[in-house]
């Protein structure tokens, strides 16, 4: 039988302690067979025994904010938390062509590390409307050869308290984005703004996304009016929350109590490291909290969690080399999370884990399934995580997508 692609000596997460390896045949963008040693004509490339796991997915990304320290005011307190201030004063200058052109950037940077799914979440404030949207939706056309897009709609500057804001989400929704998120944090009624988004989802039929639950108190939680919503319009399993800051400072018996309603619930939590730790903790001088939750201890309990970037060199976040890899690497550090099992659930948090939450129900390496494939030098997926493993090769339905030179030693 013909296959477009051969990748031989692929070693799979569930090899065990054997040092099996399989060859994963490729034909049409899809997986053929998964056998060891498979004959048969095609293109054959080596993965020399090393780990080869699907593609990463990022569940939550801002592509259209990416990349603007370069025009944002300088931070002038160290303590200061004017992130949002300093991103809406130079939303004037975002036009379609330069959301177009920074997200194009950062996407790149994202798939050279592996990342073949993402979420990317789309302001539609009244200063840049759906000029967001318009660049995104021609990203997720150009580079479909590389990642699978996610488009979510939401206002980041307040809902329920700005007349007419509801509209441009409405527009991104009629135009096809498959989910709505929000910010109820900046709204001066923040309940109100999610039950807004709750009955938009049923409207239009499309998952949910919402920042929240940010901040160093665990008062006021939203979760749980978000898992009541959830319940009341059986939306488990299409609803997802980004940050929950909060969710660090309860102690280890609430964390379980938590993590036993967002399971029976069907609520995915999404922690942002990178972000939660440049945000948190800015009224303490010292011992200055990380801000980052426990999604280990989430999962223990049933819950689905996943690791995401959220920004990169912008305000919120100014860093970022788009390594989801390094993130995970970096919370499993903050949450002090390091044997081999809670490492692999720190890999399943960057994979299979997110992939549920952007209900991708062909996803991971299984015959039948797309051919998105990584190559890592590495043999697991804990290592992966424990040496912040750049990958060596990505194909995406089967076609070679980014290959890394491996730095060489020149001995004297
Ligand atoms: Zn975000």
């Given at each position: 039988m013909p296959f477009s692609l051969i990748l031989r000596n692929a070693r799979l997460a569930n090899a065990g302690d054997t040092n099996a390896t399989v060859d994963i045949a490729v034909a049409d963008g899809r997986i053929k067979a998964i056998e060891p040693r498979i004959s048969g004509e095609g293109e054959s490339v080596d993965a020399g025994g090393q780990f080869v796991s699907a593609g990463l997915v990022e569940s939550h990304f801002h592509l259209d904010k990416s990349r603007i320290l370069d025009r944002v005011a300088p931070l002038e307190d160290r303590r200061g938390t004017d992130y949002m201030k300093r991103v809406s004063a130079v939303k004037d200058s975002f036009t379609v062509e330069d959301i177009y052109a920074r997200s194009r950037e950062t996407l790149e940077q994202c798939i050279l590390n592996g990342v073949m799914h993402m979420r990317t979440h789309i302001e539609v404030d009244a200063p840049i409307g759906l000029r967001g949207f318009e660049a995104l939706e021609r990203v997720a056309k150009d580079y479909a050869w590389g990642v699978d897009l996610q488009l979510c709609v939401f206002l980041q500057e307040g809902w329920t308290d700005v007349p007419g804001a509801e509209a441009n989400v409405v527009q991104g929704l009629k135009r096809g984005a498959t989910v709505v998120g929000g910010a109820p944090r900046y709204d001066a009624n923040g309940p109100a703004q999610i039950e807004r988004i709750f009955a938009l989802a049923k409207d239009f039929d499309v998952d949910v996304d919402i920042h929240g639950d940010g901040g160093y108190t665990t008062d006021d939680m939203m979760i749980w009016q978000i898992c009541d919503l959830t319940d009341r319009m059986g939306w488990g399993g299409r609803v997802a929350l980004g940050h929950g800051n909060k969710y660090s400072c309860l102690p280890d018996a609430d964390v379980q109590k938590l993590g036993k309603r967002l399971a029976e619930s069907g609520v995915a939590i999404s922690v942002l490291p990178a972000t939660d730790m440049f945000t948190?903790?800015?009224?303490?001088?010292?011992?200055?909290?990380?801000?980052?939750?426990?999604a280990n201890a989430l999962i223990a309990q049933g819950a689905n969690c996943s690791i995401a970037t959220n920004n990169v060199l912008n305000p919120f976040t100014p860093y970022g080399d788009c390594s989801l890899v390094r993130i995970a690497t970096m919370y499993a550090n903050v949450v002090q999370r390091g044997t081999d099992k809670d490492l692999s659930d720190c890999f399943a948090m960057i994979s299979d884990r997110p992939a549920r939450i952007l209900r991708k129900n062909d996803y991971g390496i299984a015959v039948g399934n797309p051919a998105d494939l990584v190559v890592w030098p590495t043999n697991s997926p804990a290592q992966v995580i424990a040496t912040a493993a750049q990958p060596l090769m990505g194909f995406k339905r089967g076609r070679r997508v980014f290959t890394r030179e491996v730095a060489t030693l020149h001995r004297p």
């Open positions: 948190s903790g800015r009224h303490q001088e010292h011992s200055v909290m990380r801000g980052v939750a426990d």
